[in-house]
């Protein structure tokens, strides 16, 4: 069981969940929805108040057809900031988030591998805005989101790099690592409300994928799932040598048509797969591909002659020609992280 002050706790992060959910919420909205008293919910949001997370505002409803005044509970946005760091090979790209993922801030810098210069960046932003209640490292690499270490980045050259320990020398605000193509599928889920199991595929110079479930990253045991790039095909060659879209330069229209078709093939049995294993509500692949029509019938066509029709008659494939940065998912990340409750059992 657990103590009072846990609990009282567990209902302040439910209050500002519910509260981000429902902008404008009354008190008594939270206590029916929590099925917990006015008053418990009046002391934990006077708490709120004090801290200065949630503002009280009067806002106009309509009741048996006259307008009265409601009070109404909303957060205040800019005093729960959020960074979000994306570290690539040589670029770091920083954004300041509000607590409604509105940008507050932005900066771009090159990186040439110097982590100390890297986190005095950091640190100085930290000193410049305040404590932030997270900071949100996104890598290109197989992460260790609950350890906080980099396993492995070919890109950075980093193996077993304890990041979070590292950082934490420096920093006070509370610290998390993802992959850079989870935080954009973390994305991709708080877009489509977190209710569907999602499998995301992103197909650019390099090939990702990962997999939500219930609003969540599915890690795997290892934390390796949705490392599809170094699967070997029969040629010998990888995935990721296979599609890199680096590859469409200086082709003929009829090598280009015939390179694509190929590349869809091949995403097609990553695919075929995947819908079996896991049967997804939903595929969302993000790739300069998705343009041609040739890419889209080529996917369709191969998983419609491999697969029954009642396994795919209620899938839906999402065709995105932008790639999402993962900075707002990375931000999105954040957010979850602070409304988690831990330490409450039943």
Known sequence: MAGVGVLRIANKKLIIKL?????????????????????????????????????EKSVSVEEKGRGRPKVALDIQVDNLKIMSVNLKKEEVHICIYNYRTSIIYEQKFPYEGNMEEFANVLLDLESSFGEFI???????GIVDSIKGKVVYSEKLMWKEIDLVFFL?????????????VKCTAIYQAWKNNN???IYYLKVDQGIGSALIVNGE???????????????????????????????????????????????A?????VLKHTIVLINPNRIIIESKYCEENVFQTEIWNTLNQQLLDEILKDLSINFNTNITPPLLGG????????????????
Request: a neutral charge; aromatic letters at 6%; hydrophobic letters at 40%.
């Open 19 to 55: 509260i981000r959910e429902h902008p404008n919420i009354s008190r008594k909205d939270l206590a029916k929805i929590l099925n917990v008293s006015k008053n418990t919910v009046s002391l934990a949001v006077e708490e709120l108040i004090n801290e200065k997370i949630i503002e």
């Open 134 to 140: 997270g900071i949100t490292v996104i890598i290109p």
């Open 168 to 180: 934490k020398k420096y920093l006070k605000s509370p610290l998390y690592i993802q992959n850079n």
């Open 195 to 197: 209710s569907e199991t």
């Open 217 to 263: 990253i599915w890690e795997g045991a290892f934390n390796v799932a949705g490392e599809i790039s170094h699967i070997r095909l029969e040629n010998g060659q990888t995935l990721e040598e296979i599609c890199n879209t680096n590859n469409l330069e200086n082709k003929s229209v009829e090598q280009r048509k015939k390179f694509i078709k190929n590349v």
């Open 265 to 269: 093939a091949n995403i097609a049995q």
């Open 331 to 346: 931000a999105i990340l954040t957010i979850f992280e602070y409304e988690k409750i831990e330490g409450v059992t039943t």
